[in-house]
């Protein structure tokens, strides 16, 4: 039973496991889920994953966005779906990108979000 058929409004972690499941289920690689609470007002969660083409990351963000429909009446806001590169949907308290590889080492959305033990390995490296 989805949160919707129970009435109640679904959790920041529901919408979570159901993006992951549909990222699962349309073959999505390199997942990463960055917790953003008590970091960031945007949301509780960021989503990061790649589609190997256009193609495909335009249907991993459509379906997504029609399942969180379907199974808790989000209507998500969507950025990106006709160029297919780099799509945004922002369900409120999950966020999430899905790029083809090449944007996404471009723009390196993890870095900016991950934790600040990383800048530690940045200063070595640029000594």
């Not at 979570?16 to 889920?33: G, N």
């Not at 193609?55 to 379906?63: H, L, P, Y």
Request: proline letters at 2%.
């Amino acid at each position: 039973m989805t949160a919707k058929t129970l009435g109640a409004d679904p959790t920041s972690e529901d919408i979570l496991a159901r993006v992951i499941s549909s990222l699962e289920d349309d073959k999505a690689e390199d997942v990463v889920t960055i917790d953003l609470r008590g970091r960031s007002s945007i949301g509780d969660y960021m989503v990061i994953c790649s589609g190997r083409s256009s193609r495909q990351v335009g249907a991993i963000a459509e379906n997504l966005s029609e399942r969180l429909k379907q199974d808790f009446g989000r209507i998500c806001k969507v950025e990106g779906k006709d160029q297919g590169d780099w799509v945004l949907l922002d369900s409120a308290d999950v966020i999430v990108h899905v790029f083809r590889p090449e944007v996404r080492d471009f723009y390196q959305l993890e870095k900016m979000w991950m934790s600040p033990s990383v800048d530690s390995v940045l200063l070595d490296d640029d000594v």
